[in-house]
T-cell receptor, first 112, second 112 residues
Framework: DAGVIQSPRHEVTEMGQEVTLRCKPI?????LFWYRQTMMRGLELLIY????????DSGMPEDRFSAKMPNASFSTLKIQPSEPRDSAVYFC??????????FGSGTRLTVV | AQSVSQHNHHVILSEAASLELGCNYS??????LFWYVQYPGQHLQLLLK??????LVKGIKGFEAEFIKSKFSFNLRKPSVQWSDTAEYFC??????????FGKGTKLSVKP
């Protein structure tokens, strides 16, 4: 198994631009999580899905952030418009009934 | 609210020293507990987990953790650390809705 695959690995964009982060979970996993990690705030849960349905999006910072999971093998996290304070590493993780997450390698986002 | 507390923000040790990282959780139900490690520039990886049974759990790379129900604790230990153990360590508990609730992490620096 290739593990949780995230793309791109690095993204540099200008303030105001739309950013889309992608995640392919491990096949058969029924949970998918999006996290943001910064030096200041540590690891923050943004949103998570169970069987493609969003369960808790209370961690999404504001309306500029949106996430979708159109099918069991793909999820996106979109920021529109992006701001410098969105600069962080964004991790996707998946699990089967939360027996233990498997994290992707992350997307390092820099908004200038 | 469910929460996880990690007492130490940054621990500095010399090689061969013993390690103990504290973790306390607040959750009244059946607990599933985890320790994750994040090496510099990498994603989180599972070190060990506790679901039930023997409260002393052995993980990878010589790490172990002890679940003490009366103290709501799940401390991570290693008898002799190596320089390669330099990383950030996260304790987590499975929440009631199926997500993992992470502590803020403890940075471990091991001096050669």
């Amino acid at each position: 198994d290739a593990g949780v695959i995230q793309s791109p690995r690095h993204e540099v964009t200008e303030m105001g631009q739309e950013v889309t982060l992608r995640c392919k979970p491990i096949s058969g996993h029924d949970y998918l999580f999006w996290y943001r990690q910064t030096m200041m705030r540590g690891l923050e849960l943004l949103i998570y899905f169970n069987n493609n349905v969003p369960i808790d999006d209370s961690g999404m910072p504001e309306d500029r952030f949106s996430a979708k999971m159109p099918n069991a093998s793909f999820s996106t996290l979109k920021i529109q418009p992006s701001e410098p304070r969105d600069s962080a590493v964004y991790f996707c993780a998946s699990s089967f009934s939360v027996v233990g997450y498997t994290f992707g390698s992350g997307t390092r986002l820099t908004v200038v | 609210a469910q929460s996880v507390s990690q007492h130490n923000h940054h621990v500095i040790l010399s090689e061969a020293a013993s390690l103990e990282l504290g973790c306390n959780y607040s959750y009244g139900g059946t607990v599933n507990l985890f320790w994750y490690v994040q090496y510099p520039g990498q994603h989180l990886q599972l070190l060990l987990k506790y679901f039930s049974g023997d409260p002393l759990v052995k993980g990878i790379k010589g790490f172990e953790a002890e679940f003490i129900k009366s103290k709501f604790s799940f401390n991570l230990r290693k008898p002799s650390v190596q320089w390669s153990d330099t990383a950030e360590y996260f304790c987590a508990v499975k929440g009631s809705q199926g997500n993992l609730i992470f502590g803020k992490g403890t940075k471990l620096s091991v001096k050669p």
